[in-house]
């Protein structure tokens, strides 16, 4: 199968312009871009796309042997991005897809030349002096009560995850793309990114780098960001004015205005 078909690839902007790829982080899709991509059409070629499992991607590619770890996403962007043919390419991922990028990058460093990670973690389990934000119980009865009631859970979480709770249309619209997502494949891709550890994978990326960090992330909290900023040499790290775990959403404008600057 095409990878533009089975990851519902779109092509934008100008074909001249550098590569910008733009990858979205669990329960959600492409159009969670639609704010910010747009905004470098005029001056680079962008690309969107869906995981396999999630927005208008192929289900019927979804292979749990192949997402039993984030290596099966890389390898799509992999494919991806050989298919299309792009080199130097700017891979800007959000949340878990940060680090799906750093895997890729790994695989195929001629591909990718730069990198925005918007939320990252290396990993989310608190271990020793690490600090990711959740204990090992905490993330023990997250799971849990997805397996219990995937609807429940998404209602219960997205608001948690999104943040603004003064702006309840964005909370919705997480847990309306959340409450979409076929539930094996919320629960496997659950475990995938909440268990995976990937901090090790850090030191490979030796492209221009830069992190984005939001005000109270429940998700990837400072921390989590400060010590992939850290562990990924000349990194650079942005504090944002926006707050929660999605700042594409709730602040387009201030994180279309710092990747412009960095770039």
Same mark, same amino acid.
């Given at each position: @199968?095409? !990878?533009?078909?089975?990851?519902?690839?779109?092509?934008?902007?100008?074909?001249?312009?550098?590569? @910008?790829?733009?990858? +979205?982080?669990?329960?959600?899709?492409?159009?969670?871009?639609?704010?910010?991509?747009?905004?470098?059409?005029?001056?680079? =070629?962008?690309?969107?796309? #869906?995981?396999?499992?999630?927005?208008?991607? #192929?289900?019927?590619?979804?292979?749990?042997?192949?997402?039993?770890?984030?290596?099966?996403?890389?390898?799509?962007? !992999?494919?991806?991005?050989?298919?299309?043919?792009?080199?130097?390419?700017?891979?800007?991922?959000?949340?878990?897809?940060?680090?799906?990028?750093?895997?890729?990058?790994?695989?195929? &460093?001629? +591909?990718?030349?730069?990198?925005?990670?918007?939320?990252?973690?290396?990993?989310?389990?608190?271990?020793?002096?690490?600090?990711?934000?959740?204990?090992?119980?905490?993330?023990?009865?997250?799971?849990?009560?997805?397996?219990?009631?995937?609807?429940?859970?998404?209602?219960?979480?997205?608001?948690?995850?999104?943040?603004?709770? #003064?702006? &309840?249309?964005?909370?919705?619209?997480?847990?309306?793309?959340?409450?979409?997502?076929?539930?094996?494949?919320?629960? =496997?891709?659950?475990?995938?990114?909440?268990?995976?550890?990937?901090?090790?994978?850090?030191?490979?990326?030796?492209?221009?780098?830069?992190?984005?960090?939001?005000?109270?992330? !429940?998700?990837? &909290?400072?921390?989590?960001?400060?010590?992939?900023? #850290?562990?990924?040499?000349?990194?650079?790290?942005?504090?944002?004015?926006?707050?929660?775990?999605?700042?594409?959403?709730?602040?387009?404008?201030?994180?279309?205005?710092?990747?412009?600057?960095?770039?």
């Amino acid at each position: @199968m095409s !990878v533009r078909i089975r990851n519902h690839v779109r092509v934008t902007g100008r074909p001249e312009g550098r590569p @910008m790829v733009f990858a +979205h982080g669990y329960g959600c899709d492409q159009n969670m871009w639609r704010f910010v991509a747009p905004d470098f059409e005029v001056d680079h =070629q962008v690309v969107t796309f #869906d995981h396999v499992g999630f927005g208008r991607s #192929d289900l019927t590619a979804y292979d749990p042997a192949r997402y039993a770890s984030l290596r099966g996403y890389a390898d799509d962007v !992999v494919e991806l991005l050989r298919e299309l043919e792009l080199t130097d390419a700017v891979f800007v991922g959000h949340s878990v897809s940060a680090m799906i990028g750093v895997l890729a990058h790994a695989r195929a &460093p001629e +591909h990718i030349g730069a990198m925005v990670m918007i939320g990252p973690s290396a990993r989310y389990v608190d271990d020793g002096d690490y600090v990711g934000g959740f204990s090992r119980e905490q993330i023990k009865e997250l799971l849990d009560s997805l397996d219990a009631n995937h609807l429940g859970w998404s209602a219960a979480v997205a608001p948690t995850i999104m943040g603004n709770p #003064d702006r &309840p249309e964005l909370a919705a619209e997480l847990t309306n793309s959340f409450c979409r997502t076929d539930p094996d494949v919320a629960r =496997q891709f659950a475990r995938v990114s909440f268990l995976s550890d990937n901090r090790a994978d850090l030191a490979g990326v030796d492209v221009p780098t830069l992190v984005l960090q939001c005000a109270e992330d !429940v998700i990837a &909290p400072e921390s989590a960001g400060r010590y992939v900023h #850290d562990q990924v040499s000349g990194s650079v790290f942005t504090q944002l004015a926006a707050t929660g775990h999605c700042p594409h959403l709730s602040a387009p404008e201030e994180t279309t205005a710092a990747i412009r600057e960095w770039l």
